[in-house]
Nanobody, 124 residues
């Protein structure tokens, strides 16, 4: 069992930056692929990016060059650095985990564990 807790969300202006954190319980964090999703009001939960156990990352096109994933296995934490934020980035951001090596799936149903989410609001 893994528990995930996100933090770092807030209200910012367009162009600002935020760093989201996702802290995981347990002692085997390094075996988990960690993903981030976001859900805007009235919309489905969408895949944002993933970092595998090797540290390999992948992002959706709309955040490439603006968002950066990293992980600190010693701290059982994955980070999502958000830069050059746009109003369309406004959403609740969720981290997710699955023991899958460097494999991933952008379908939310594939992921086993979820955090409670942290809200990011970007004003224009």
């Amino acid at each position: 069992q893994v528990q995930l807790v996100e933090s770092g969300g807030g209200l910012v202006q367009a162009g600002d930056s935020l760093r989201l954190s996702c802290a995981a319980s347990g002692r085997t964090f390094d075996i988990y692929t960690m993903g981030w999703f976001r859900q805007a009001p009235g919309k489905e939960r969408d895949f944002v990016g993933v970092i595998g156990t090797s540290g390999r990352t992948l992002y959706i096109d709309s955040v490439k060059g603006r968002f950066t994933l990293s992980r600190d296995n010693a701290k059982n934490t994955v980070y999502l650095q958000l830069s050059s934020l746009k109003p369309e980035d406004t959403a609740v951001y969720y981290c997710a985990a699955k023991a899958a090596g460097d494999n991933y799936n952008d379908n939310p149903t594939w992921w086993r564990y979820w955090g409670q989410g942290t809200r990011v609001t970007v004003s224009s």
